[in-house]
Nanobody, 114 residues
Framework: VQLQASGGGLVQPGGSLRLSCAAS????????MGWYRQAPGKQRELVAL???????DYEDSVKGRFTISRDNVKNTVYLQMDSLKPEDTAVYYC?????????WGQGTEVTVSS
């Protein structure tokens, strides 16, 4: 299983970014997919989750600003991030989980700064 995240970068406060995570070596549609982030000096936290059944869950601080989606044909999960704030600065990781087994992609760095 491989997860390849992309789309990070430097953006001004109030701006938008879309992260992508392409999966290979797995039956993508049966996995729950998540985006996590880790800011300097902080623990990794779940940002958004999209289950194989289509249910979503978001960390409170990103509700209404971030949207997770998936394309089961392209085997890709996305995180649309709008109205970005400096506190969203972190390394973002995608995650695939099924039956208690988790796989991680490499991180993509997001910096929100003027």
């Amino acid at each position: 299983v491989q997860l390849q995240a992309s789309g990070g970068g430097l953006v001004q406060p109030g701006g938008s970014l879309r992260l992508s995570c392409a999966a290979s070596g797995m039956i993508f549609r049966i996995y729950d997919m998540g985006w996590y982030r880790q800011a300097p000096g902080k623990q990794r936290e779940l940002v958004a989750l999209l289950t194989s059944g289509g249910s979503t869950d978001y960390e409170d601080s990103v509700k209404g600003r971030f949207t997770i989606s998936r394309d089961n044909v392209k085997n890709t999960v996305y995180l649309q991030m709008d109205s970005l704030k400096p506190e969203d600065t972190a390394v973002y990781y995608c995650n695939a989980e099924r039956r208690g087994k988790a796989c991680w992609g490499q991180g993509t760095e997001v910096t929100v700064s003027s």
